[in-house]
């Protein structure tokens, strides 16, 4: 074994806990304005200050909601007003999205046209009204119109979990609440100049997420996913299905012990 | 427009600049004279989707990856070092590079699908770690049909590949029965590679005897070379830039006198909320941190080709001239170097960092010369994870008590700790690390240290310091004191501003 030196005791300590006041005298006298002083050495200044904007938010959280969020990843670096476009499951998803649509987007849900000329960004539900059946309905031309008169891209957008409510939940104390997913698809720039031809793209990428999000998405890429049941009582039993935690161990362990 | 990294020569005007030591921060004042490397100005973070679908369509050296596609084969997708690179990307470019292979498989008809986290020694991936690297959509396709795997380095599944040198090397059973492996990597330091990624698809003998005590250069290319010879592969390389770090903290990006009211209010906050904040609250603030990274450039094709020219990329992107090698070097250890997320545990990762692999990005000759004094500015707080580290406080308490040097720890204990069923069911099926990554980091930091005439650490415990054969200061003046011994009290000093990550170039 080896001697160690018996006084090599102690330290590691950060010493004092309350650094502000120091902190603010120091900065005061060394950087206060018009103080400021640059080494000789020191590059010139750059106005360019990149900061990054975090983007994802995996896993909002309302008091009466248990909300996942994916997809945002495929918005990174979108700077531009966007037109938001979702399925609308019922009645509560203008609240819904309205807490999870990243706050940059400065969001509104009316006065579309107006907020997309001072650089907001809209959101829109192409059905109109919440879905009766758990199906997709037909999308009015509106966002498709408007994205191609400002040369915005729409943003297609799925919600799953929230069928058939017309209010919010109530509080409850059990812990388990509504599991909504919410699902962000690539952004789709205007091309062309006919409104119905590019609503229907939009709408081709809604059911494809709602696809993807029913199952499994390489199966969709592949074409050999399950279909969404578009009538009938299996289309609103599907609306119903309980919404798994994203990438979550629910069907099957992924480090399972054989 | 963004600005390259330079050297600061201290001067009158200089004021004390920003120093971080674990999860503390502090301005110190620095000798006048003292060179600071600084790092390039962050660049804007774009959309890296279109260089991935070009690289994928023009690579290096081989046909494109669409034409290397067909129905019916077996594809593995190759994924690694997800510890890397710290502070973790807000949005993981890993997800583009693993989704577009992925469009191309499927548009070819390939069912036959696996991600394989070539982890190696290294921690086998939560689930939550591996949603954040190649995001939901590729987790939720495979994990439910048995595609999502990870490598147990000890799992006697592993097949004969061949020998080297008398050595038997074996492989990951699903890579051997591949008919292409897609090996994804980022370039963010020269610490990570391809190559070194389809190292760790080998064994646990296969990977002491590579990276261990006897470690070299000829042996890894021999072990890469035997894999690449037994299964087709397609490697696809993301260059990174420099982190851009959020708003709230973005003052540690930021040269100090370029500081706005708000970066220095930011400071003075961020400084006191980590000195009164307990210690898990600091952890998950640490692990929550993301940065956005600019990808510089994506390289597909031929692993040599693609690790030349992203290597050449990220370096030139990256580097700074600096001095000549310095009779003192100052690294400060805190977005990387631990094990944990937790900065401020873990000595010998923070070791690690700033005596192995910090002075190890410099091209052209050396950080310090050799007989100098490496500075580390770390707490070397003798605290480890008891589920992904816990040989790490065992190799503390009984290893380096006993002895430091390398090869007295190889014939003594590395045998006993890497067959210990306890830290083997830990690394297994509780997301810890395997031993030998241990073991072969302090074999490295030992290397490193002996070039060193002493390392003395500022601010740290004096046990843990003591513990791996190094010295404790609780100032940097008493630091440069103790090195005076070695180096006369008016030594040449560099400065590694930051968490290092830079290239230095000396002349």
Not at chain 1, 16 to 38: E, I, M
Not at chain 2, 214 to 224: H, K, L, Y
Not at chain 2, 426 to 433: F, P, S, T, V
Request: charged share 20%; net charge neutral; aromatic share 6%.
């Amino acid at each position: 074994m080896r001697t160690l030196a018996s006084w090599a005791r102690g330290g590691g300590r950060p010493g004092s806990r309350l650094t502000l006041p120091t902190d603010v005298r120091a900065l005061a006298r060394g950087w206060g304005v018009g103080k400021r002083r640059v080494p000789l050495g020191a590059p010139a200044q750059s106005d360019a200050r990149p900061t990054h904007v975090d983007i994802e938010a995996p896993h909002a959280r309302l008091p009466r909601f248990d909300i996942d969020v994916v997809g945002l990843e495929l918005l990174a670096g979108q700077a531009r007003p966007v037109i938001v476009v979702a399925n609308h499951a019922s009645g509560v998803d203008p609240t819904l999205l309205g807490q999870v649509l990243p706050t940059q987007w400065l969001v509104r849900t009316s006065g579309a046209t107006l907020a997309l000329r001072s650089g907001r960004s809209v959101l829109l539900f192409p059905e109109g009204e919440p879905t009766t059946d758990g199906t997709l309905g037909e999308f009015s031309p509106r966002a498709a119109a408007l994205s191609l008169r400002h040369g915005v891209p729409i943003v297609p957008v799925t919600i799953r979990g929230s069928y058939g409510m017309d209010a919010l939940p109530p509080r409850t104390s059990s812990g388990a609440l509504p599991r909504v997913l919410v699902r962000f698809g690539a952004p789709i720039e205007p091309t062309g100049d006919n409104p119905d031809v590019l609503i229907e793209i939009v709408r081709d990428s809604v059911q494809a997420l709602l696809t993807e999000d029913a199952g499994n998405w390489y199966a969709s890429l592949r074409g050999v996913a399950e279909p969404v049941p578009v009538t009938g009582w299996r289309a609103v039993w599907a609306a119903q299905e309980p919404v798994e935690r994203p990438g979550s161990r629910e069907r099957r362990r992924i480090w399972g012990r054989d | 427009m963004s600005r390259p990294g330079f050297t600061l020569d201290v001067d009158e005007r200089t004021q004390p600049l920003l120093v971080a030591q674990g999860t503390r921060l502090r301005l110190e004042r620095f000798g006048l004279g003292t060179h600071v490397v600084y790092p390039g100005d962050g660049r804007p973070v774009g959309d890296p989707t279109p260089l991935v679908a070009a690289a994928l369509a023009s690579p290096l050296g081989t046909a494109p990856l669409a034409a290397q596609l067909h129905a019916g084969m077996a594809l593995t997708i190759v994924i690694g070092d997800l510890g890397s690179p710290r502070p973790r990307m807000g949005s993981d470019v890993r997800r583009h590079l693993v989704e577009q292979v992925l469009v191309l498989a499927a548009a070819a008809g390939v069912d036959d699908v696996a991600v394989l986290c070539a982890n190696g020694l290294a921690k086998r991936p939560s689930d939550a770690e591996l949603t954040d690297v190649v995001g939901e959509r590729v987790v939720r396709s495979f994990a439910s049909t048995g595609g999502l795997l990870s490598t147990d380095a000890t799992d006697p599944a592993y097949v004969d590949l061949g020998v080297i040198d008398g050595h038997e090397i074996r492989l990951h059973p699903r890579i051997a029965a591949s008919d292409l492996a897609v090996n994804i990597v980022v370039t963010s330091s020269w610490s990570t590679s391809a190559g070194l990624q389809l190292v760790a698809l080998t064994d646990v003998a296969t990977l002491d005897w590579a990276l261990g005590l006897e470690t070299s250069s000829d042996r890894v290319s021999a072990v890469i070379g035997l894999v690449e010879a037994s299964v087709a592969t397609f490697t696809l390389d993301a260059a990174l830039g420099e982190p851009v770090l959020p708003d709230a903290v973005s003052f540690l990006g930021r040269r100090e006198w370029e500081w706005r009211v708000r970066d220095q209010v930011a400071f003075a906050t961020a400084r006191q909320a980590l000195a009164v904040a307990p210690k898990q609250a600091i952890a998950r603030l640490f692990s929550d941190l993301a940065a956005g990274y600019p990808v510089l450039g994506v390289a597909g094709g031929a692993r040599d080709q693609v690790h030349a020219s992203m290597s050449t990329v990220w370096t030139n992107a990256v580097a700074v001239q600096g001095p000549p090698a310095s009779d003192v070097g100052v690294v400060n250890v805190w977005r990387k170097g631990s094990l944990h997320a937790d900065p401020a545990s873990d000595p010998l990762g923070a070791a690690h960092h700033a005596v192995a692999e910090q002075p190890s990005l410099v091209e052209g000759g050396q950080l310090v010369r050799p007989g100098g004094v490496l500075v580390g500015f770390h707490p070397l707080s003798n605290r480890f994870s008891s589920r992904t580290n816990s040989v790490g406080a065992d190799f503390f308490a009984e290893v380096l008590p006993a002895s430091t040097d390398p090869t007295e720890i190889r014939a003594t204990f590395q045998d006993r700790f890497s067959t210990d069923p306890w830290y083997g069911e830990l690394y297994r099926g509780r997301h810890g690390h395997h031993p030998l990554l241990t073991f072969h980091r302090w074999y490295a930091t030992a290397r490193a240290a002996a070039t060193y005439a002493d390392v003395v650490w500022v601010g740290a415990d004096r046990r843990s310091a003591e513990l791996m054969g190094f010295r404790a200061a609780s100032t940097y003046a008493d630091a440069l004191e103790i090195a005076s011994g070695h180096v006369g009290r008016t030594p040449s000093i560099t400065v590694l501003h930051g968490g290092g990550g830079s290239v230095v170039r000396v002349p």
